[in-house]
């Protein structure tokens, strides 16, 4: 069925790494790819988009990769802050109506 | 200062007692959308509207009743018929069906 699902539900980093946070999606029809980030108790944060004639897509200290082969997506984060800690949604649009998110994945930055 | 507003931030209600939570946008976007999210959850669709005097059901519309008599507002209403109301809720909106969706700050519902 078409769904969107995350690999980890938390990841724990150092401030200053680099963080990679994974998705899958499994309709091949899905054409655009939208990563939010949630605080507690706010509502999602756009963060960076990317459609499916690309595979790469680069903004402030994010990068979002898309691999079509595999119905793979990521985000980068580069140096990591303590900012940064928070939820991370993929969602994907299909064009038939609205968008579809994932579970999400805690981001938990450590100092 | 352009974007999407909800109120209230915090909604207590008495089982057995219709709300109403208010969205209101002034990005002038065609499509808006009420999504329901639980503790550690992600976003479930309620319903969505693509243009004024128009909505469709999402996946979880049951107890759930919406209007769209203007462009700039998308005012969701919880039943009594709603079994388990307590949630987080968010209210989007986009230039259209296909593009990014940009939420509002959200609303926070307790059935006591």
């Known amino acids: 069925g078409e769904s969107v699902g995350l690999h980890l539900p938390t990841l724990s980093v150092q401030e200053g790494d680099n963080s990679i946070i994974n998705c899958a999606y499994s309709?091949?029809?899905?054409?655009?790819f939208i990563w939010y980030k949630q605080e507690s108790g706010k509502g999602p944060q756009f963060i960076i988009d990317?459609?499916?004639?690309?595979d790469k897509r680069q903004g402030q200290r994010v990068t979002v990769l898309l691999n079509k082969t595999v119905k793979h997506l990521s985000l980068q984060i580069a140096a990591t802050q303590p900012g940064d800690s928070a939820v991370y949604f993929c969602a994907e649009n299909t064009g038939r109506r609205a968008l579809t998110f994932g579970s999400g994945t805690r981001l938990q930055v450590q100092p | 200062d352009g974007g999407i507003t909800q109120s209230p931030k915090y909604l207590f209600r008495k089982e057995g007692q219709n709300v109403t939570l208010s969205c209101e946008q002034n990005l002038n976007h065609d499509a808006m959308y009420w999504y329901r999210q639980d503790p550690g959850q992600g976003l479930r669709l309620i319903y969505y509207s693509q243009i004024v005097n128009d909505f469709q059901k999402g996946d979880i519309a049951e107890g759930y009743s919406v209007s769209r008599e203007k462009k700039e507002s998308f005012p969701l209403t919880v039943t009594s018929a709603q079994k388990n109301p307590t949630a987080f809720y968010l209210c989007?909106?986009?230039?259209?069906?296909?593009?990014?969706?940009?939420f509002g700050p959200g609303t926070r519902l307790t059935v006591l």
């Open positions: 990317i459609r499916s004639n690309m």
């Open positions: 309709n091949s029809a899905s054409d655009y």
């Open positions: 989007a909106s986009s230039s259209s069906g296909t593009d990014t969706q940009y």
